[in-house]
């Protein structure tokens, strides 16, 4: 099981490099699943819902099943956000965990910048970079720039940090 992160400021394009590097990577045959940090207070569940009302009425977990897929939901209720190691021991072994965001923990990653934002880039201070993806050419950087619009390029990239082959 190997671990890849994308990390960047909120607009740089993280989710929609991962959205286009999905459909590389499984093409090529690897199994691929994603884990996202979310900034807010997110809910999948809606109000009025059976789920939701469980929830609301005290469960520490609810999976929600059907035919085509399930979800479970795990409420915290004051204890702290668990780290991505425990989220990704809850999910199922496969190639490649693509993890969005995430920026403080210690996995590799390779961070999307796009000047165009006015936001700082965060490789210099993050030994955990070892890329960074970009719309524009950077000078002086001690890790590869690459393309962000080079999805093959960046998955091949990302296999061999990982040292995932083809079979």
């Not at 390779?110 to 070892?130: F, N, V, W, Y």
Request: glycine residues 8%; negative net charge; proline residues 7%.
């Amino acid at each position: 099981m190997k671990i890849f992160g994308i990390a960047g400021w909120s607009g740089s394009g993280k989710t929609t490099l991962i959205v286009k590097l999905l459909p590389e990577l499984t093409s090529r045959g690897f199994s691929v699943s994603t884990v996202k940090h979310a900034h807010h207070d997110f809910d999948i569940d809606k109000p009025g819902k059976d789920s939701f009302v469980h929830r609301m009425s005290g469960a520490t977990e609810v999976i929600i099943g059907s035919a085509s897929r399930w979800a479970l939901m795990h409420e915290l209720r004051g204890a702290p956000e668990p780290p991505l190691a425990e989220l990704i021991s809850r999910m199922t072994p496969v190639d490649l965990f693509l993890v969005e965001g995430f920026k403080w923990e210690g996995h590799t990653k390779m961070e999307i910048h796009r000047p165009s934002t006015g936001k700082a880039i965060l490789q210099p201070d993050d030994p955990t970079i070892c890329a960074v993806a970009s719309d524009q050419p950077l000078d002086g950087l001690p890790v590869p720039v690459l393309d962000v619009y080079d999805v093959r390029g960046i998955a091949d990239f990302i296999l061999s940090q990982c040292q995932l082959r083809a079979a």
